[in-house]
């Protein structure tokens, strides 16, 4: 999946729309988002590795090779490593949270159903 995020986001920056570097750069970096918050840390990962290669390849000069003549470029996969550790964690994170509250409300129904059935056991019948 990442690696077609990837492709399709360069094709359409590089191919069809020739988008400037800024354009790209949170192109890839919303890909990134998206990767990590749906399938984690690992793919985002990968994908911020082959998203940074795409863009230092396609778009920043000199284009056509995997030579970062600025230095200043690095940061563009600084950001995709940190986009992608950072919205991975906070969606397991999130993920945690979820299955949490379900469990809770499982268990406060059980006990809520519990709790309703000896109620109904020990009430006196009714004249």
Do not use: K
């Amino acid at each position: 999946m990442a690696v077609l995020s990837v492709v399709g986001i360069t094709l359409v920056g590089y191919r069809g729309l020739h988008l400037n570097q800024t354009t790209m750069a949170l192109a890839f970096l919303l890909g990134v988002l998206g990767i990590s918050a749906s399938w984690g840390l690992r793919e985002a990962v990968f994908m911020s590795v082959i998203a940074t290669l795409a863009f230092n390849y396609y778009f920043l000069p000199p284009i056509g090779t995997f030579t970062i003549a600025d230095p200043q470029n690095w940061i563009a996969l600084f950001a995709f490593l940190v986009t992608a550790v950072t919205a991975s964690q906070l969606s397991a994170r999130a993920r945690r949270g979820a299955r949490a509250a379900i469990e809770r409300g499982r268990n406060w129904s059980a006990s809520t159903l519990s709790a309703s059935c000896c109620f109904q056991a020990t009430t006196p019948p009714s004249c």
